[in-house]
């Protein structure tokens, strides 16, 4: 079982109000928030605004909101986890880590911030941040079953389910009621099929949360794979009830019914499924057997086809993207060995292949500012962040485009970006804290180039730009 299950397990969706998502939070993780108590009243109340336009689906004037509050109450740290999460739904990554950030600073170990900045890592796919984060708050919290619970997580979405194990036992130590560890540890169970003992982990869940979606849709798929039809139709029933936009639990509810000859009821289900998502594959091809099932042979000949022409294009797709990544890594190669025109040539093939490789496009742009090309390489990258916009090596080319560009508040944004999305960055640290010496704000400076020793301490010329740095002008 891949990331897509344990999404359905997400804290909130951008439809959700932060007050809502903050109490999901905690309910997942088993965290009692401290809610924000504002330094003043405008900022009580722009909070409080705020959260009404969440609930509202106006997400953007909430954030508005927050970020005026915080700035009436910078020193209150739960203002900057609401704000942080509110930018989080919104996929706004690098402002909601650096929220959460301000959070920890102001109030070092609040777990809801640290659980915040873990699911912003998470989201984006750097796994070792997250994970880093998530054994620190367990260290900090030896009490809390959040962190466990949320590390186990993240080892299941990395397929490693024995390593996901030991958090999630641990967590139920904590707290045996505890319902997102039991679940995921239920997940554990099943993936080595033991269904007899998921089963149990489940049955727990759903007794005292009937209304858990997850541990209903891992409960119907255990029943499916037994032929108990009346009780995962049952379960597969509430998913979709409770979680009517959830492809895949109505796509189990859809594959389970066709399998009992009730092929009319599970049509309707599938044909929801592919008026959202025209190109669902698997829909397509369950349609067209439901149909041929319900007696409608035209509509079933007419489905296996539109299947057919999608199945033929994803596959081609799929090959032009292996072939594209291939020559990247090939032209990778060249550059690194000093050959740029070779490089370029296959970058060139790369993207004639795949003209949304968002690789192929960043290494183009390197290639080309190093050859001095600025504006080339300005709008290679520019066309890597559109097709991923918090890709970090693509952020830090950007702002060393931008500082040659004598762009230097644009080059600083971009790369303090790149500090946030990838920490660990000591390179772009190195160059952060250079722009902000051009820029004369020495003590911001100072703060990024100690990150960047602290991360490399034997690399000589950070050493030195350190020391220079702090030596008075």
């Known amino acids: 079982m891949g990331r897509a299950i344990y999404d359905r397990a997400v804290l909130c969706s951008r439809r959700v109000g932060l007050l809502a998502a903050l109490?999901?939070?905690?309910?997942?993780?088993?965290?009692?928030?401290?809610?924000?108590q504002a330094?003043?009243?405008s900022a009580q109340d722009l909070a409080t605004q705020a959260r009404s336009l969440l609930a509202g689906g106006r997400t953007e004037e909430a954030i508005a909101r927050y970020r005026k509050a915080a700035g009436l109450a910078p020193g209150e740290a739960g203002l900057w986890i609401e704000l942080g999460e509110a930018q989080r739904t919104a996929g706004e990554m690098p402002d909601a880590i650096a929220a959460f950030r301000k959070a920890l600073e102001l109030s070092p170990n609040y777990e809801l911030a640290q659980l915040g900045l873990a699911e912003c890592y998470r989201q984006l796919g750097n796994f070792d941040e997250a994970k880093g984060l998530l054994r620190g708050a367990a260290e900090a919290h030896p009490k809390?079953?959040?962190?466990?619970?949320?590390?186990?997580?993240?080892?299941?979405?990395?397929?490693?389910?024995?390593?996901?194990?030991?958090?999630?036992?641990?967590?139920?130590?904590?707290?045996?009621?505890?319902?997102?560890?039991?679940?995921?540890?239920?997940?554990v169970h099943m993936a080595r099929a033991e269904n007899d003992v998921a089963l149990e982990e489940l049955n727990q869940v759903i007794?005292?949360?009937?209304?858990?979606?997850?541990?209903?849709?891992?409960?119907?798929?255990?029943?499916?794979?037994?032929?108990?039809?009346?009780r995962a139709v049952s379960d597969a029933k509430r998913v979709v009830a409770l979680e009517p936009t959830n492809t895949r639990g109505r796509f189990l509810l859809a594959s389970i019914l066709v399998r009992d000859g009730r092929c009319a009821a599970g049509a309707e289900h599938l044909e929801k499924i592919i008026a959202a998502e025209p190109e669902h594959t698997e829909s397509l091809s369950l349609l067209a057997r439901a149909y041929?099932?319900?007696?409608?042979?035209?509509?079933?000949?007419?489905?296996?086809?539109?299947?057919?022409d999608l199945a033929k294009a994803g596959h081609a797709a799929r090959e032009n993207r292996a072939q594209s990544d291939h020559l990247v890594r090939e032209a990778g190669e060249h550059a690194r060995e000093g050959r740029p025109n070779e490089a370029?040539?296959?970058?060139?093939?790369?993207?004639?292949?795949d003209p949304k490789s968002d690789s192929a496009c960043t290494l183009l742009?390197?290639?080309?500012?190093?050859a001095g090309r600025y504006d080339l390489a300005r709008e290679a990258v520019d066309r890597a962040l559109e097709y991923s916009p918090y890709r970090s090596d693509a952020l830090y080319v950007l702002g060393r485009i931008l500082a040659k560009q004598n762009d230097l508040p644009g080059a600083r944004n971009a790369l303090v970006q790149t500090t946030l999305v990838n920490p660990m960055d000591a390179e772009a640290l190195y160059t952060l804290g250079q722009v902000y010496l051009a820029l004369d704000q020495r003590q911001s400076a100072i703060e990024a180039l100690e990150r960047a020793v602290a991360l490399e301490p034997d690399d000589e010329s950070y050493a030195r730009a350190l020391a220079l740095a702090r030596r008075e002008p």
């Open 23 to 36: 109490v999901a939070l905690a309910q997942l993780w088993g965290v009692r928030p401290a809610w924000p």
């Open 39 to 41: 330094e003043s009243p």
């Open 144 to 187: 809390s079953p959040a962190p466990l619970a949320a590390l186990g997580r993240i080892h299941l979405e990395l397929q490693k389910h024995d390593e996901a194990e030991a958090p999630l036992l641990a967590a139920l130590r904590l707290d045996p009621q505890n319902t997102a560890a039991r679940v995921f540890l239920a997940s």
């Open 207 to 230: 007794a005292k949360e009937p209304e858990n979606a997850l541990a209903r849709h891992f409960r119907a798929s255990i029943y499916a794979e037994r032929n108990d039809v009346a």
């Open 292 to 308: 041929l099932c319900a007696g409608r042979a035209d509509e079933a000949a007419r489905v296996r086809q539109r299947f057919a």
């Open 344 to 353: 370029l040539a296959l970058l060139q093939e790369a993207l004639r292949h």
């Open 365 to 370: 742009a390197k290639i080309l500012y190093s």
